[in-house]
């Protein structure tokens, strides 16, 4: 190992984590992981059903993730991915509509005909004409949606949508991350969705081979309780011991990383309280399919969910032994009456919903139903964030971020931070080579994170 190489601490064994340690150990470092729970990948974590690894939540790939898949190349995955043509719908009052084709929208029965052809119309015109995001960082979804398409499609279709997945804050989400979503699958003709053989979990097991084999230490069940600065760089306090190393990257949810950090640091890690989703799950695990599509938008008033994935449209049945996985979940507040809904009310509510999708579903299908939760999907953003959205490194501290409230514009996936961690790496790298800091303006052009 290069001498002047640096001693790194990892936080977090996601995949922020793995991708910033492999990455770390590449260039040379000494790293060391921490994971509080007793498994990498965290929100890409599983859980055992007879013999059968399942994901907690639902993970696929879309065709251009080109981080992601530019990574399992690099790890001898590309060829053990298969890409599999899906198709959504609606589930709109009582009836589940396709919303797929131009004729879908025709006969779309949530929207009189002039909405209709407005989200036709809309559609195309975002396509072809809004190729320039300018000014959508300040500009509320909303407005920008409603005056595209007008009052009728935003009410019946877009807010329902919004409020899916942002609860009752959507309105303060910039145009600038719809614009960006809606382009993400731009190009292709038809919807894809990508799958590893054995699912994201396998990409976390084959980053942690390598970043065993190239020396790093992997801490799992060793939760961070406390970081503060010190002469070498950063101390980290776990299993009830203060270690320092030279640098620290922290893939944490900025309120969970806000509670470790002491002295100095306290003030330099990121201020701006932005509020999280979480997302309440269950996952049902079925002998029979239930319906044809892999996602559906649920606006159906009572039901508790606003989405269901059922993923076995794309993963093998090989995984599942021939069963068939069916996610419902809800995005929401850790702290709202949906997150603290008991297990038993939420399997109760995800049977009735499963019922209106396919009037045939009975509970003789259901061999489980699991129920998980997550406090920190990801920030709601607020208008203007492209400005104040967390930088790499704190300050002129030797704390790093590679976290999820850096996702912005892009959407919160695998893609988006194996980018992120990428370029945190090389940033640190820039640091650790420059131990006087000098050129780190020059570096954060370098690789600011885009
Ligand atoms: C319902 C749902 C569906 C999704 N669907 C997709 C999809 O289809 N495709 C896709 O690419 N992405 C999807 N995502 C997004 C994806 O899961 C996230 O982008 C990604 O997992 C974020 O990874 P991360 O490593 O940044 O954070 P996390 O996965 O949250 O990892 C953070 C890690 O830090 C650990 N940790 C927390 N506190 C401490 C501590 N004090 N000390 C040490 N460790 C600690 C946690 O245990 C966790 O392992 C989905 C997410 C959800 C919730």
């Known amino acids: 190992m290069n001498a002047s190489k640096g001693n790194v601490a990892v936080l977090g064994g996601g995949i922020s984590g793995l991708v910033s340690a492999y990455r770390l150990l590449q260039k040379g470092n000494r790293v060391t992981l921490f994971e509080a729970s007793d498994e990498l990948g965290g929100l890409g974590g599983t859980f055992q059903h007879e013999g059968h690894t399942m994901e907690q939540f639902y993970h696929v790939m879309i065709n251009t993730d080109e981080n992601l898949l530019g990574l399992l190349a690099e790890l001898g995955l590309a060829e053990?991915?298969?890409?599999?043509?899906?198709?959504?719908?609606?589930?709109?009052?009582?009836?589940?509509?396709?919303?797929?084709?131009?004729l879908d929208l025709l006969c779309f029965g949530g929207l009189s005909l002039t909405g209709r052809i407005r989200t036709a119309l809309g559609g195309a015109y975002i396509a072809k004409f809004l190729n320039d995001p300018k000014g959508l960082d300040k500009i509320s979804v909303s407005e920008w949606l409603e005056g595209i398409f007008g009052a009728e499609v935003f009410a019946q279709l877009w807010r329902p949508l919004l409020r899916a997945k942002f609860g009752d804050m959507y309105d303060s989400v910039p145009a600038y991350w719809f614009w960006t979503r809606l382009r993400r699958e731009k190009g292709s003709t038809k919807e894809v969705k990508g799958y590893v053989n054995g699912g994201y979990r396998r990409i976390a097991d084959r980053l942690r081979t390598e970043i065993r084999r190239m020396g790093g230490v992997i801490r799992l069940r060793t939760a961070v309780y406390a970081m503060q600065d010190c002469p070498q760089g950063i101390q980290i306090s776990a299993e009830g011991r203060w270690e320092s190393f030279d640098s620290a990257v922290s893939t944490l949810p900025l309120p969970i990383l806000r509670q470790l950090c002491r002295g100095r640091l306290e003030s330099v890690v990121?201020?701006?309280?932005?509020?999280?989703?979480?997302?309440?799950?269950?996952?049902?695990?079925?002998?029979?399919?239930?319906q044809p599509n892999y996602w559906n938008a649920i606006v159906q008033k009572g039901f508790p969910f606003q989405g269901l994935v059922e993923t076995t449209h794309v993963v093998p049945e090989s995984q599942t032994g021939g069963r068939h996985l069916v996610y419902l979940l809800n995005y929401c507040g850790k702290d709202s009456d949906m997150y603290h809904t008991v297990d038993g009310d939420i399997k109760f509510q995800a049977l009735k919903a499963m019922r209106a999708f396919n009037p045939k579903f009975n509970q003789d299908w259901v061999e489980d139903i699991r129920v998980f939760r997550a406090p920190y999907v990801e920030p709601v953003w607020p208008l203007g964030y492209q400005n104040s959205k967390p930088r790499m490194r704190c300050g002129d501290s030797r704390l790093y971020l590679a976290t999820t409230a850096q996702c912005y514009p892009q959407v919160n996936s695998w893609n988006t931070m194996v980018g992120i961690a990428n370029d945190v790496a090389s940033r640190m790298q820039f640091d650790l080579d420059n131990v006087n800091g000098e050129s780190a303006e020059a570096a954060q052009e370098l690789v600011a994170v885009s």
């Open 80 to 102: 053990e991915t298969t890409w599999t043509e899906t198709k959504m719908g609606f589930l709109y009052g009582h009836e589940l509509f396709p919303f797929n084709t131009p």
């Open 270 to 290: 990121p201020q701006q309280k932005v509020p999280y989703q979480g997302v309440v799950n269950a996952v049902a695990i079925l002998k029979k399919r239930l």
